[in-house]
Every structure is written in C-alpha cells, then in structure tokens.
C-alpha cells in the first residue's frame, strides 16, 4: 500500500505516495526528475549516490524513501544557491579538472560539503577519510582531494 | 537496485514494536540503518515480509550516561552518533577508535551499533571493545526483557543468541573502572574503510606498578569474536616490558582460530592478531597509566588515520 511522505529537497516541498520498498534514489530520480543524483553500486560501496539527509550524508540507494518522511534533503541540484554562480565546491572542480567521467561528481561534491562543514579547514589525510566512501572509476583522486583543498580555502575567505 | 515488497511500519514506542515483530511470526525484521539489511533483501539472503522501523522511537535513538551505571546506547543510535557524543569521546576512546575506523562516512551516519553487534559477524569492529568492556545487551520480548552478557551472544557466524521473537534494544556498557585503560586495533584488508582481517579490544587494570586484570578480545579470527584467556592470565601480576608483551601477542595468537579467505590467509591472520595485540596493549597500559619498559611510543600503535 503506498505511504504519502513529505519531503523538502534542495528548499523545495514535495509530497509523494510512494510504495515503501522504494529507495530515496528511486524516489529522486524517477518521481522528482532530480537525476542529478546517481546510482552506482546500489550495495553502499561507490557512494555515487550520496545526498545530505538532515545535513548527514547519507547513502540513497540504501535508504528507504519511506524512512526519510520529513526529512530534509540536498542533492547536487542544491549546491548552487542561485542560478547565477555554482558553489564554490562545484567550481573548485571545474577549476581544478577534478572531474573525468563525471559519474561520481555528485556524490563526491556532498561528500565535500559534509566534510567541509564539519571540518572548514581538513588535512589532505582528512580529506581522504572523509571521502573513503566515495569511488573514483577514473582514479583521478589527487585532483579531487586538490579541488577540495581549494574549495576550503576559497569558503573560509567568504562564507556561505 | 530493486527490493522486493514489504509492509512498512514506524512505531512509536517499544512494545509497539516488539509487539509488531512477535506478531509477524518471524517474517518481520526490525530496521534502523539499513546498510546490511537492504543488499541482503535485494540479493534474496534475508527474506522479510514486514519492516518494522526503530528510528521514529525515541528512547532508542538516545545515548545517556550516567556515572553510576555507565552508558546506555538504544537500538537506532547511529555510529556517527557515538562518535559525536562528548560522554563516549571522553570517557570510552577505544569505542571512539573502533567506530571512527568503522565503514565510510556515509554509512557511519546510517549504520547502528546495535546492527552492527546483531548481525553476528565475527568482525565486526565495534564489538571486541564492548566484551572487554563487559557490556550487556538488553533484550525485549513480549515476555519482558532480559539482559544478557555480550560475551555470551554470539553463536557462530552471523548467529546469534536473539530469539525470533526478541529485539536488542539497549546497549549497557558499564562506567569506565578506575586505573583501567581500553583500546581498539584493526588490520583493514587494504584501506582504512575496509572490514577486518583481524581486529582487537583489549582492557589493561594498573594495580600499583604492575599489570592487574586484563582482557584480550580478537575478532575475524574465529567462528565468533575470542577472548584469549591463556593470554590474558600471562599479564595478570606482571611488570609490563618489550619482550613479555611479545610473548602475550605470540600466545594470543595461539588462542585464535582463523580461516583462509578474501581478506588474507589464516596464517597471516594469525601473525597480525600477535601484533596488534601487542600495539592495543601498549596503548591500553598508557591509558590506565602504565609504563611498559622498552615499548615503541603509543603513538603509531593503533594504525588511526581518522
């Protein structure tokens, strides 16, 4: 029998009636159109389907959408806070060339924020750990975890 | 990935839910992280017709301390939970080391420590620091609760001494014993996130000058986590020094009974428990402040990057 839950995403307010075996992946992607979001591994091991639930990164693709009734969610779709510039994360990236293939971007930019919001300013060691969860099929890590480097310094100097 | 179907509830309260899986008759399962349970419901291992969700019960997802009766984790208290908690940061730091070095961030801020003891995985990292702390498990049924030492839970590979009928509910881990030190070791299969190969918790008591009580808890050594009592009585009134904790890692060691697999051969297995044994010890008898003649410094002793 489907279950109405509530949910706000990236500021907005959605009420869905969802079936409970549907994963918030689901739920993102195919009744909220936010593809933004990726499904990888769908084990909890690649974490390209990592969002912030409650300003937790959280895996999507293990978390029953059910569950997360109330909640509070950010997706990539959310990171920029206008249409005007993209957050200083995403442009680290870009700057940086610390994306190859793209696919696990998104996931590793909330994995960044989550990081950088509890840790402002990390060590390259705990940028590592803080993205142990995240894998890279193009291994290209180094630019990643420089982007990050760079998004800190650049966040630190104007917050927000 | 696709899960098959299932009925979803969110109780309230505890006996709601208890009341919810007795009267499911073994076809429901209780559900809090969901990063075990969900792979195993999709790959067809764990069968469920009802998921009975403990995350919307408060008394479960509250950490107390008292210093009295020690710490108290209820059933749906995340890992990242633990690790926020000044109580646990404080007072319990080899909790602190196993947990941080549990997993991924991702799945620290979903997973349970109560999930983690219930699936009965013999290496399961937050385990061996609660045997040596001596931790009971309360566990509720319709026919009340009862509390059960963690030494005495598992069973054999992810076997449990849980009732079909029974939910874990609280987590006691006593108050910290005065000149007592704890500490947590881990040889990952290749980085920091990974499940043990072999892991370890280990209590050292001070008594005067010397080693008093200790404890020595390996995991994914054996069919379940190990206490290695022979080991242990080795240290019991001795003088802490290089060669005897040597000696205490080699007939640790000993005790163990690993199996050849994925994450790295028996005989390796059994090379590292002694090492690390060795390291947890080094750290433990600092905390409880003790000295150990001609030790490597504590400080690279228990492989924490976090």
Redesign the interface.
Known sequence: MPHVIRLQVNGDRYEVAIEPWRTLNEVLREDLGLTGTKHGCGQGDCGACTVLLDGRSVLSCLTLAVSADGGDVRTVEGLAQGRERLHPIQEAFIAGGAIQCGYCTPGMEISALHLLRRRPRPTEAEIRAGLAGNLCRCTGYAKIVAAIQAASARMSDEPG | ?S??????F?PRTIEEAVALLAGAGGRARP?AG??DL??RL?SGLVRAET?V?L?RIPELCAIGFDPASGLTIGAAVRL?DLLDSPDVQRRYPAMTDAVSQT?????R??GTIAGNVCNGSPCADSVPVLIARLAHLALMSPRGERLLPIGDFFKGPGETALEPDELLVRIHVPPPPPYTGFAFAKLPAR???DISAVNVGVMVARQGGVCGEARIVLGAVGPVPLRAHQAELRLAGATLGARLLEEVGRLAASETRPIDDLRASAAYRRDMAAVLVRRALVVAATRAGLAVADAAPAGDATGA??
């Not at chain 2, 997993?103 to 799945?107: E, G, P, S």
């Open positions: 990935m899960l098959p179907h299932f009925e979803y969110a559900f969901g990063t969900l792979p999709q998921l969700d995350k990242a997993a991924t961030v991702q799945i801020n979903m980085t920091a996130s990057s976090e």
